[in-house]
């Protein structure tokens, strides 16, 4: 895949004028405040189609595929506003329930999620385990026909103020470390809390704990079959591995635009700081290295709409991408010199947001060990 297609191009046109009209002017103003999007800003997205990409169109989604789109609409929203609503928990819960739950629970949820009027989260990790993830404690106790969930996920994004959760739990303490359970949680109980952290970056994202005390959850509520639902999340993990990372791109190219016109604006010993072969190359550097992490995020999506097998790329670019771009960012900050180093400036804020990304849907570390083990096979790998 060498270039967008024709429909792609329009779609590319069409999401980034919405995204600098309406999200970049007020990115960095809410950046700094934990309220969540109003509404109204989903409900926009939402007529764009963002929030129904791969969704069945029965229910207001876009139909199945077009993950390359949804790349695009992720890196021309992240470049306008890496705190805008990701509509990839919603998506991901919308998947689940196409997928493992049944169709009175989609005509009950998908519409709102497809509207943006529902948020849903992917609620995995655990305060004892984030990147072991098999060793979560969540128990699901079965109980006639309701499982009687209990336990504490945290670092939810989205937790806050999310309507349903994708929550993974054991339904048996002895069942080995893969035999998870995927269940669809209504977050409106009042056997459940949830309380907010306090963040680094993404601020308007609301990450959040969220306690459940014996909250019953009728059967039906259970996203396929018990101790699948490792094997279902892993299939989701790799292109949503790829969508983050091309966020993330979105972010440091914006940067790396912000860098190009200060440089040339900006005059030191009687010329443009641009002239200076200091200045000029780390821009070079940094926009070759997103422009290539960008072409590789666009063929593991790619190879995504082929259904192809995309696991090896998706882990290498999610651990490359965020990298680059959060150096890209870095060195944008140190363009901008004293300036960039205040807080007026957007470009502290954009860091701090983007080295959120290096840590969510897995370190680096777990990241590589998945390269390593496709690369070097069973018994030679970590
Ligand atoms: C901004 C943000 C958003 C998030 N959103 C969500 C969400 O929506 N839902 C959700 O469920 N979770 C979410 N998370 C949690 C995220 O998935 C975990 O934080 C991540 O998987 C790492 O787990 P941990 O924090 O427990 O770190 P740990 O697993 O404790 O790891 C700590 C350090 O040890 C290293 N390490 C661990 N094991 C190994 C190993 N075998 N080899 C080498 N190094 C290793 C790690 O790389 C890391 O540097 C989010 C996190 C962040 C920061």
Redo the contacts with the bound molecule.
């Keep these: 895949m060498f270039g967008f297609t024709e429909e792609e191009e329009m779609f590319c046109r069409e999401v980034r004028r919405f995204a600098q009209r309406e999200l970049a002017p007020f990115a960095k103003q809410r950046a700094k405040t934990e309220n969540p999007y109003p509404i109204e800003l989903r409900r926009k997205m939402a007529k764009l189609g963002l929030f129904g990409i791969t969704l069945p169109v029965e229910y207001g989604g876009q139909g199945p595929g077009g993950y390359v789109k949804l790349g695009i609409a992720f890196e021309e929203i992240g470049a306008a506003d890496i705190n805008a609503p990701n509509p990839s ?1 919603s998506l991901v819960a919308g998947q689940y329930i196409v997928l493992y739950g049944d169709k009175e629970m989609s005509r009950e949820w998908l519409p709102g999620l497809i509207k943006g009027e529902k948020v849903g ?5 655990e305060p004892e ?4 993830a098999a060793a979560i404690r969540t128990r699901a106790k079965k109980e006639g026909q309701y499982y009687v969930l209990s336990g504490e ?1 945290t ?3 989205g937790g806050a103020d999310a309507d349903i959760a994708v929550v993974f739990a054991k339904t048996d303490p002895a069942a080995g470390p893969m035999e998870v359970t995927a269940f669809l949680v209504p977050l409106d109980s009042a056997s459940i809390k949830r309380t907010v952290f306090s963040d680094t970056g ?1 601020m308007p994202m609301r ?1 959040a704990s969220i306690f459940f005390d014996d909250v019953r959850i009728p059967e039906k509520y259970r996203l396929g079959e018990e101790g699948r639902g490792f094997l279902y999340l892993m299939k989701h993990f790799d292109y949503l591995r790829v969508t983050l990372c091309i966020w993330v791109l979105g972010a440091a190219r914006t940067s790396i635009e912000e860098a190009i016109s200060y440089a040339k604006q900006r005059n030191a010993f009687g010329r443009p700081i641009s002239t200076f072969e200091g200045v000029a190359f780390k821009i070079a550097e940094h926009a070759t290295r997103l422009e290539a992490c960008r072409l590789l995020c666009y063929r593991a999506l790619w190879l995504k709409d082929q259904n192809l097998q995309h696991t090896k790329e998706a882990a290498m670019y999610k651990w490359l991408g965020p990298r680059v771009a959060v150096e890209a960012i870095h060195d944008a900050l140190l363009i901008h010199g004293h300036y960039g180093y205040s807080t007026d400036c957007a470009l502290e804020q954009r860091l701090r947001d983007a080295i ?1 990304f290096e ?5 680096a ?2 990241q590589k ?1 998945v390269i390593a083990r496709q690369i070097l096979g069973k018994g030679y790998a970590p």
């Excluded at 989260?121 to 990790?125: D, G, K, R, S």
């Excluded at 385990?129 to 072991?132: A, E, L, N």
């Excluded at 840590?359 to 370190?363: K, L, Q, R, S, Y």
């Design positions: 928990s989260c992917l609620a995995v990790t385990c984030g990147s072991d996920k670092s939810i994004t993404w990450r959120g840590i969510a849907d897995g370190t570390e777990i060990l």
